[in-house]
């Protein structure tokens, strides 16, 4: 059997599928009537992964600014727009995993008023890593 692809040598669908799979193991273990919201939280979180991974990709080659000219006089340094996505995505992604782990029932601790003091989540996360 020949050796597992990195995310390097892989196209997004083969990165979304790899995500995907990540959550197997937690969807087989949700209640039959929330498996759909599931269902549609891991694809998002998928999809959100590969393009995560894709903007990193762009900003490490790019850098973190951008140079701009907004007509003849004005111009300077501003945040590259693959920066200011990521920035939002990655927002977007934490609360989709954390609505992912707690759909899963494992988003909360007890004794922390079902707030969830996040070890499942961090160590979710982590395996991601």
């Known amino acids: 059997m020949g050796r597992t692809k990195t995310y390097e040598e892989m196209t997004k669908d083969e990165i979304i599928k790899k995500e995907k799979s990540k959550f197997s193991a937690i969807c087989r ?4 009537d929330k498996k759909k919201a ?3 939280l891991v694809n998002e979180a998928a999809f959100m992964g590969a393009s995560l991974f894709e903007l ?3 900003i490490n080659k790019k850098g973190y600014t951008e140079e701009y000219q907004n007509g003849a006089n004005q111009k ?3 945040k590259c727009s693959e920066v200011e996505v990521y920035n939002v995505m990655i927002k977007n992604y934490t609360a989709v995993i954390k609505q992912i782990m707690e759909i899963a029932g494992k ?3 007890s004794g922390d008023g079902g707030k969830g003091n996040g070890d499942d989540f ?3 996360l982590k395996s991601k890593a």
């Open 29 to 32: 273990e949700v209640e039959k």
């Open 38 to 40: 599931m269902e549609t």
């Open 56 to 58: 990193r990709k762009k």
């Open 76 to 78: 300077g340094v501003k």
């Open 107 to 109: 988003g909360s601790k």
């Open 122 to 124: 961090f160590a979710f």
